[in-house]
């Protein structure tokens, strides 16, 4: 079993909706918890950070932490062209010197 | 610099070749990690350094990797007798002290082994 598992997608959506992006994980231990946007060719950015269970709003994204289910969620709302990527979760434990990447969502907004 | 950068972008090279990839971490950014990016697989951690500490080597796939770092900063990533399975993007990534907050990462470099 992988550590974290994301559902690759594709995922199209049209603009101005709300898009919801998962990952569920297998290690209890982890208290780091990330979103990532990579543009094609380019390296990952960093785009929600979360420090154990919550939620944190930045504009129109909000992540979420469920630590008893081993579930976390980013939530786009009124979705862009722009934010077409390809999405990854990552998430560590408080010691540990890596982060576990999830594969990847891919993300299309249609105009 | 502003950002890691990461030379060269796309690297094509023959079966059985040795290569080097370079990472320039941001200016005061003491950890550094490689990962390798394989189409439809997530990030796979590679090399973690951190300061004048050992590096934690534990993601290297087999001893034809090699990565060091020099003077805190420059860092080689080297892969001898390449071979077809090593095709994929390499990634740097630097941050201040343990990487808890998050990497920025490099464009990353591409490699095609032919």
């Known amino acids: 079993q992988k550590e974290v598992e994301q559902d690759p997608g594709p995922l199209s959506v049209p603009e101005g909706a709300i898009v919801s992006l998962n990952c569920t994980y297998s290690?209890?231990?982890?208290?780091?918890f990330m979103w990532y946007r990579q543009y094609s060719r380019k390296g990952p950015e960093l785009l929600m950070y979360?420090?154990?269970?919550g939620n944190k709003e930045d504009g129109r994204f909000t992540a979420q932490v469920d630590k008893s289910s081993k579930y976390i969620s980013l939530f786009i709302r009124d979705s862009q062209p722009s934010d077409s990527a390809t999405y990854l979760c990552a998430m560590s434990a408080q010691t540990s010197n890596q982060f576990y990447f999830g594969t990847g969502t891919s993300l299309t907004v249609i105009p | 610099g502003a950002g890691v950068s990461q030379s060269p972008s796309n690297k094509v090279t023959e079966k059985g070749k040795d290569v080097e990839l370079r990472c320039d971490p941001i200016s005061g950014h003491t950890a550094l990690y490689w990962y390798r990016q394989s189409l439809g697989q997530g990030l796979e951690f590679l090399i973690y350094?951190?300061?004048?500490?050992?590096?934690?080597k534990s993601g290297l796939p087999s001893d034809r990797f090699s990565a060091e770092r020099t003077g805190g900063s420059v860092s080689t990533l080297t892969i001898q007798r390449t071979q077809q399975e090593d095709s994929a993007v390499y990634l740097c990534?630097?941050?201040?002290?343990?990487?808890?907050?998050?990497?920025?990462f490099g464009s990353g470099t591409r490699l095609t082994v032919v």
């Open positions: 990534a630097s941050s201040k002290h343990l990487a808890n907050y998050g990497y920025t």
């Open positions: 979360t420090y154990s269970s």
């Open positions: 290690n209890s231990a982890f208290q780091y």
């Open positions: 350094f951190q300061g004048n500490s050992a590096p934690d």
